[in-house]
């Protein structure tokens, strides 16, 4: 997804801009460019493709500018190419401005700046426009036509301009997409997220909805919608910049897949005190509004989603109030029934997605609690929710969420209890025997993760296979979700995940000897079940490798490859049973020779619908 960053200070604003980007890299785009002013002229260099392509233009210029702005796009309006990359100038080139978003009425500006002031474009894209907005605004003063132009867009936008006659300021303006300035000495920085400034500040001013900033190198200045200057806190980050390297490891999702038992435990820490006790600090709900609630919804995307799906059992059976869960994008084209008795839970790793924010926006609207689970802290729906449930799983960089998604469960347990004993509706015993199990967690994960080797070799076995069905019942079934995805996103590798109940509805007639089949068969209370359905599919020729617990020994005689994990309750094996499934993944897509970090057409943050 788009990335900006902005630099103003004395000099080597080329070099801190191009840095920043690349630490945006992990959200991925398709090009990358950057303006400077010099010498009364803005000069813009931009590439399609990989940010190494710019500083192979830019390597000859002996640019040496105090400010300048910079971007990586990921192609919404037109295709990736030179022309539509950012940043983007006005007709003579003495503005130029980066915008991450959408200009929903972009089309209609395009029309009135040609017809009535003759503008002639350069790109296919949305953004352009606002170059050409602020220019037709400005008469030496770049805040106020940032905020006529404003006035004039309609969409989601995060933008920062500078202007050929002031080379000592960048004015930015944002509307449901993130900025965040950061306080540097002798310089300051702006960003659309915090790892591009990590390496040169701690100290942040996070930009709200409709406020504008005007950065010069000694000030940071922030403006609410009506023109008044706004106090706000500054935000210390406390991430270790290192936590965003890869740390020996290949890529970053093996290091965040071994990265697992630390969030898991730091996850449990901020949340459970010694004693057991669930502490519920910086969340503002009283166990009255909790008991007022008389249903949940559970909404997000992807693999957030897939967490919800774990979430929506646990918190019915620990909590006894009817669950639904929903993928955002539908959400709010179905009507839901939603009030005042409502709680909403969002799930989202980056905070940023648009399509669960605007889920949470839908719902707030009509009286619900907005609880959430992020892990990005200060990300929009953060921010926009009435309590945060941070997962401290800390920055995830590969594209594919691993160590987010079981900070995400862990979250839903913790909700799930807390429910189920403020409610009154979940005995002592059975609390204390979940949290046990909970606590028990990261040891049993790092003991999966010393499997790596075999299921390296699965992987490497089975890697040529074209089509990989996961099958599970009960809470393996929303874990076979997620086995799928995981699979199909970094090895493209076609999959598809189905209750296993369901497979004799349809699905069983593509079971055949080129067909590799991942059976989760983890929950004792379905165990017999799932041997059926593993016998089913071995006996039509598909390859089965059976995932179950520790003893169950008996699958090896009827799957091809056995996978076990640790023994454990069965309501806490999902945190479990993916683990597996995140490293044949990983390992499979690693023989095929994928990029697995940044698989093709995906980004870490979507925010676009
Ligand atoms: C898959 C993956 C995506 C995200 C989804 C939601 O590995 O990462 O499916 O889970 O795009 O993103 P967040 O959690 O940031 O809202």
Known sequence: MCGIVGFVGESHAKERIVDGLKRLEYRGYDSAGIALPIGGKIQIRKHVGEIRNLEQIIADDNFDAPMGIGHTRWATHGAPSDVNAHPHG???DSIAIVHNGIIENYQEIREWLAREYG?????????EVIAHLISIYYDGDLLSAVNKAVEDMRGAYAVCAIAADEPDRIVAVRKDAPLVAGIGRGCNFIASDIPALLKYVREVYFIENNETVVLTRDDITIYNEKGNRVNRE???????????????????????IHEQPKGIRETLLRRVDEEGRINLDGIAMTREGLESFNKVYIVACGTAYHAGLVGKSVIERLAKIPVEVDVASEFRYRDPFVDEN???????????????????????????????????????????????????????IAVASTKAYTTQLICMYLIALYMGQTKGVLLQKEYDRILNELRALPEKVEKILTQEEQLAFLAK???????????????????????????????YIHSFAIAAGELKHGTIALMDPDALVVALATQDSLYEKMVSNIVEVTARGARVIGLAKDGRNEIEQIADEAVYIPECADEVTPVLTVIPLQIFAYYVAKERGCNIDKPKNLAKSVTVE
């Open 90 to 92: 006005n007709q003579d």
């Open 119 to 127: 503008v002639q474009f350069k790109s296919e894209t949305d953004s």
């Open 234 to 256: 500054v935000f210390h980050v406390s991430w270790d910049a290192d936590a965003a390297e890869k740390e020996g490891y290949d890529h970053f999702m093996i290091k965040e």
């Open 342 to 396: 409502t709680l909403f839970i969002a799930i989202s790793q980056s905070g940023e997605t648009l399509d669960t924010l605007a889920a949470l926006r839908e719902a707030k609207a009509k009286g619900a609690r907005i609880l959430s689970v992020v892990n990005v802290v200060g990300s929009s729906v953060a921010r926009e929710s009435d309590d945060v449930f941070y997962t401290w799983a800390g920055p995830e």
């Open 461 to 491: 076995k089975y890697h040529h296979k074209e089509h990989v069905f996961f099958i599970g019942r009960g809470l393996d079934c929303g874990v076979s979700y997620e086995g799928s995805l995981k699979l199909k996103e970094i090895s």
